[in-house]
C-alpha cells in the first residue's frame, strides 16, 4: 500500500465526471489496476499523451487499503505506438488485446509474464503490422495458456498416448483425443496446426509470425477456431471488440 512506482501498458482510459479520467493500466509489479487520472481531460493536463490506449508509460500511482481505484500520480511515456493509430485493423486489434487482458487478468494480481507477452506483441505488431492476424492468434494462444485455460494437446485425454503425426479430435470441452479413443469424431485439428500451436509457446511473437508467414489457410482457420471457441467458452459469450482478422 502507499506510493507505487512501475512499468505499465495502458490499456483502456473512461471518462470520469467533467476534468477526470479513470485509466485502466497492465502493470508489471501489480497486474491490472484502474487508476483516477485528476485533470487528465484538461486541455493543459499534466499527464500529456502518457494516458493514450497501449503507450508504455513509468507509472506512479497511490493506493489506499481497500479500495480499487487507485490514484495516479505521474505517468511518463517509456514508449509510444501512436503511429499505429493510422491503422484500422490495428486499432480494432489493441482494442481487442485489452478487452482479452482486462476479462482474463484478475485486478492486482501480479503477472510479470503476461506483461512481458503483452509488450511483446505490441512491439512486434509495431514492427511487421501486416502480421497482424498472426500476432492475435499468438496473443489469444499465450493469453489463454498464462489464465490456465489452454488445453494440454500433447497426449491423448483419455488414453495418455502421445500424439504423434495424425490429427487430433477435439470434443465440446476442447479434450484432445486421438482417432481410436474419438472414433474420429468431434472437431478435427491437424497435424500441421498442431505444431503452429507448439511453435507458439516456444517462440517470440515475431519470431512466430515469420514463421507462419507460408501458413495454410486451412490451418489458420484451425487455430482461430481453437483459441476463440476457447475463449468463448471461457467468457460465455464471445469478446465485443473481436477484429475481423480471418
Given at each position: 500500500?502507499?506510493?507505487?512506482?512501475?512499468?505499465?501498458?495502458?490499456?483502456?482510459?473512461?471518462?470520469?465526471?467533467?476534468?477526470?479520467?479513470?485509466?485502466?493500466?497492465?502493470?508489471?509489479?501489480?497486474?491490472?489496476?484502474?487508476?483516477?487520472?485528476?485533470g487528465a481531460k484538461r486541455l493543459k493536463s499534466r499527464f500529456g499523451a502518457a494516458l493514450e490506449p497501449f503507450t508504455i508509460i513509468a507509472l506512479t500511482y497511490f493506493e489506499k487499503e481497500g479500495r480499487e481505484l487507485v490514484s495516479l500520480r505521474q505517468a511518463e511515456i517509456i514508449r509510444s505506438f501512436f503511429g499505429l493509430s493510422s491503422n484500422g485493423e490495428a486499432v480494432?486489434?489493441?482494442?481487442?488485446?485489452?478487452?482479452?487482458?482486462?476479462?482474463?487478468a484478475p485486478p492486482h494480481e501480479p503477472n510479470e509474464r503476461l506483461f512481458r507477452m503483452v509488450r511483446a506483441v505490441l512491439e512486434a505488431v509495431a514492427s511487421s503490422p501486416e502480421d497482424l492476424p498472426m500476432l492475435i492468434r499468438y496473443f489469444e494462444i499465450w493469453t489463454l495458456r498464462l489464465a490456465g485455460f489452454l488445453p494440454d494437446l500433447r497426449t491423448c485425454a483419455e488414453c495418455s498416448t502421445k500424439f504423434g503425426a495424425e490429427s487430433i479430435?477435439?470434443?465440446?470441452?476442447?479434450?484432445a483425443?486421438?482417432?481410436?479413443?474419438?472414433?474420429r469424431l468431434g472437431k478435427e485439428f491437424s497435424q500441421a496446426a498442431h505444431?503452429?500451436?507448439?511453435?507458439?509457446?516456444?517462440?517470440?511473437?515475431?519470431?512466430?509470425?515469420?514463421?507462419?508467414?507460408?501458413?495454410a489457410q486451412g490451418s489458420i482457420n484451425e487455430l482461430a477456431d481453437l483459441s476463440q471457441g476457447l475463449i468463448g467458452r471461457v467468457l460465455e459469450r464471445q469478446p465485443r471488440s473481436r477484429p475481423s482478422l480471418g
Open positions: 500500500m502507499g506510493l507505487v512506482e512501475t512499468e505499465a501498458i495502458v490499456l483502456r482510459s473512461y471518462n470520469l465526471a467533467e476534468a477526470d479520467k479513470i485509466v485502466v493500466c497492465l502493470t508489471k509489479q501489480a497486474g491490472v489496476v484502474r487508476t483516477v487520472a485528476h480494432a486489434s489493441l482494442a481487442y488485446m485489452s478487452e482479452l487482458v482486462m476479462e482474463f479430435y477435439l470434443n465440446a470441452e476442447f479434450k483425443r486421438c482417432g481410436l479413443c474419438s472414433k505444431h503452429h500451436l507448439r511453435s507458439a509457446q516456444r517462440l517470440s511473437p515475431s519470431e512466430f509470425a515469420v514463421s507462419t508467414r507460408d501458413i
